[in-house]
């Protein structure tokens, strides 16, 4: 980039026009403009711009230059790409580019030729929409809540059913070896390996462009109107362009161009999967939000982000694809040292239809009230495993420990780690260590632990349920373990106890235990035979129970422990002074006994 030409950009820009497309700017004195720096984070606005001298200055964390200083830095450009931006927004002609060689050329001319056909084609589809044929496609967009305003603004169109008639407008005006590195059209290989005549890629769709960062249209996605074809074969709900010279989809985030800015100001992006949702969303007044376009999160993508903001809110699908891509997402994310929240929508809804139904207000409650994604993972852990055995709680954290192990910060994996032994119920000291072990060495899994033998007090549970219906014992052992759920944490044989108590035990009693195991554990506790000196059943069934309350609470004592230790970390005292109001009612309990 000639430095004559730099100098020229630089004289005629105005660096208070091109500072504010990025940063909300006010006239503090007759030359002198202010607002809340980019570079750092504040709440009163130190960034001054000085329209006389062309610079800026910011009086906070002292970051100074002229325009293209600007633009390189936050835009993350090298010197010749911000002063062909620069050049680009004031509307001043490029120079001539000069090549190292005729491919090079070659490969130049094609790319902006690329970028005209696209914009052609953007236009195109946009007119087809308002024809007869796309009556269909106008009735969804409506059906869908889009609104003129919204199909203006992000360009949606019309892919006719068609085959050649794309092809032919766009002839007139581009060459054969464009239209082909397009992506917009196909074509049939022939018997000697050419390529046969190019038709259409998309027909019978609805379009939306995908956006380069300039917001420059680069590929489209389309959705189908039909099911199936006229032959009865299923269609593809979406069809995205192929990759191109000017398109790789993992290197592209939908919507950036128009969001770049919120999510600066904001400093946090919401993450969602399709085009439909993040449309719906950003029209409803939610500008800081970006589309995966339904592909696999990449490490392009959040390098990508990470130069606007290191904090997302993710707010994928709540179906079990959408569960493993925000899963992944999180993966990635947090391995980056992103801060994520993730968002679960009342009723399994999407964003798109959420808004609809609930409007942008309740949506931007739902935003607010965002899980940090440690819970939102446990409690995933906790819904692919509720068994209360030690087994189900092994395979819960073998779950959590590959996102444990992603975090860089030991401390922080060490809370992760502790947070969900907790809310897991793992009570064992010994699962305890191992899950500690297994988060500071940044392990995969822990080892598969040993179940502990069943107690004296759940085989004498065990042998009064499965007594008639009108034994006391039976009744009681019932009636209590229905009332209190929490007794079963950790008990070898929780599930089998949980369904003898809900029901009559099975004819055969050992049809109530699911495994050979268990089976072979509830075979040798109704072996028992009462002895003349032993209790009654009824007796040894209430101090059964006892047992298993004292237990819960002493489980509940060691949790309150950690919890008042976290509270007066924070230095949260509503919630140090809940809990030790607990505390100190449950040590009372057990004093008592």
Request: include cysteine; hydrophobic fraction near 40%; aromatic fraction near 8%.
């Amino acid at each position: 980039m000639a430095d004559n030409f730099a100098q020229t950009v630089k004289q005629q820009a105005d660096i208070v026009k091109i500072v504010g497309d990025y940063v909300k700017l006010r006239k503090t004195g007759a030359q002198n403009y202010t607002g809340l720096c980019p570079f750092h984070k504040e709440k009163t606005g130190s960034f001054s711009v000085n329209a006389a001298h062309n610079y800026f200055y910011c009086f906070g964390c002292h970051e100074k230059g002229d325009v293209f200083t600007f633009v390189m830095k936050l835009e993350n450009v090298s010197f010749p790409e911000a002063v062909r931006a620069v050049a680009t927004k004031c509307g001043i002609p490029l120079p001539k580019r000069e090549f190292n060689s005729p491919e090079e050329a070659r490969d130049a001319g094609i790319r902006r030729q690329l970028i005209d056909l696209h914009e052609a084609a953007t236009q195109y589809f946009e007119a087809q929409l308002k024809s007869p044929e796309a009556a269909r496609a106008r009735e969804y967009l409506t059906g869908r809540g889009v609104t003129p305003e919204t199909i203006a603004k992000f360009r949606i169109g019309y892919a006719p059913d068609d085959f050649n008639h794309m092809r032919e407008t766009m002839r007139k005006h581009f060459a054969e070896d464009v239209l082909r590195a397009s992506g917009l059209f196909s074509a049939k290989e022939q018997e000697d390996g050419t390529q046969g005549t190019m038709y259409a890629r998309f027909r019978k769709r609805i379009t939306f462009p995908i956006a380069n960062e300039q917001g420059k249209t680069i590929a489209f996605t389309a959705r189908a109107l039909e099911d199936v074809d006229d032959k009865g074969r299923p269609i593809a709900k979406y069809m995205n362009s192929p990759e191109t010279p000017l398109y790789t989809k993992g290197q592209v985030l939908f919507n950036l161009d128009k969001a770049k800015a919120p999510m600066r100001e904001l400093d946090f992006a919401l993450l969602v999967e399709g085009q439909m949702d993040c449309i719906s969303v950003y029209m409803a007044g939610v500008k800081n939000v970006l589309a995966t376009s339904g592909t696999a999160f990449t490490e392009m993508q959040i390098r990508l982000l990470s130069r606007f903001t290191k904090r997302v809110v993710v707010n994928f699908d709540p179906d079990a694809a959408g569960s493993n891509a925000a899963e992944k997402s999180i993966a990635m994310l947090t391995e980056e040292e992103f801060d994520v929240r993730v968002v679960t929508l009342e009723g399994g809804l999407d964003p798109d239809r959420y808004v609809r139904e609930h409007g942008v207000q309740e949506y931007m409650a739902a935003l607010r009230g965002a899980k940090r994604h440690s819970d939102y993972l446990i409690d995933r852990a906790r819904q692919q495993f509720p068994a209360r055995t030690a087994d189900a709680k092994v395979k819960a954290m073998n779950f959590l420990l590959p996102h444990i192990r992603r975090m860089p910060n030991r401390i922080q994996r060490d809370e992760f780690a502790a947070d969900a032994a907790q809310k897991l119920g793992i009570d064992s000291a010994l699962l305890r260590q191992e899950l500690k072990q297994a988060a500071a060495a940044r392990l995969e899994s822990v080892p598969q632990f040993r179940q502990e033998p069943i107690s004296e007090n759940e085989k004498i549970l065990l042998r009064a349920l499965v007594l008639g219906e009108d034994d006391p014992a039976r009744q009681l052992a019932s009636e209590q373990l229905s009332m209190h759920p929490e007794w079963f944490a950790e008990l070898p044989m929780a599930d089998i106890l949980e369904s003898l108590s809900q029901a009559p035990a099975p004819e055969n009693p050992l049809d109530a235990a699911p495994t050979n195991e268990s089976r072979a554990q509830l075979a040798v506790a109704l072996q028992h035979t009462h002895g003349e000196k032993e209790p009654p059943l009824l007796d040894q069934v209430r101090d059964a129970l006892e047992a298993l309350d004292t237990r819960r609470m002493q489980r509940r004592q060691r949790e309150l422990r950690s919890q008042i230790a976290e509270a007066d970390r924070r230095g949260d005292s509503a919630m140090l002074d809940q809990f030790m109001m607990e505390k100190m009612a449950i040590d009372k309990k057990l004093r008592e006994r």
